[in-house]
C-alpha cells in the first residue's frame, strides 16, 4: 500500500509476513523492515458464557470458590471486579474464581458484583452476576 499508515486484519500474523518498505519523496528507499515476531491484531472482546446469577449454601467458607467466570475469546482471558456494587464483599482470581471475602452466615438474595473479562489485547466485557445466599 501507499501512505503514512496501514490497517491490518484481525489475526495472527507470524514473522516475517509484515513487511514495510518507505520511499521518500525523491525515490530514497529505505530496506524492507519485516516483524521478528507474530503480531496478533485483535479487536474483539470477551464473551461471557457463564451464567448471571448463583446461589450459595448459608456457611459456606470465605475460601470456597462460588462461582467460575467464563468467557471465550481468541486470546487468553483475565478476570477483576469493578468498582461499585458489593465489591467489596468479594474477591476473584484472574482465572474467574469468585469467592466472598467472608463466611455468609444468614440468608440473603441482593449481593451484586461486575465481572470484568479482559483478553490479552486488552478488549473488555463486563457481566453483573447476583448472588444469593
Do not use: C
Not at 100 to 122: C, F, L
Request: aromatic share 6%.
Amino acid at each position: 500500500g501507499t501512505g503514512s499508515s496501514f490497517i491490518l486484519n484481525e489475526g495472527t500474523y507470524v514473522e516475517n509476513t509484515i513487511q514495510i518498505k518507505q520511499t521518500d519523496v525523491v525515490g530514497n528507499t529505505s530496506s524492507v523492515f519485516k516483524n521478528m515476531s507474530p503480531v496478533v491484531v485483535d479487536t474483539t472482546n470477551p464473551l461471557f458464557t457463564s451464567t448471571t446469577t448463583v446461589d450459595v449454601k448459608t456457611n459456606t467458607e470465605a475460601s470456597e470458590t462460588i462461582y467460575e467466570a467464563t468467557a471465550t475469546d481468541n486470546n487468553a482471558v483475565t478476570y477483576t471486579l469493578e468498582d461499585g456494587n458489593q465489591k467489596d464483599k468479594f474477591t476473584i482470581s484472574k482465572e474467574g474464581e469468585l469467592r466472598y471475602k467472608q463466611k455468609q452466615t444468614t440468608a440473603h438474595n441482593d449481593d451484586k458484583v461486575t465481572i470484568i473479562a479482559t483478553d490479552a489485547a486488552g478488549n473488555e466485557t463486563r457481566q453483573l452476576v447476583t448472588v444469593s445466599v
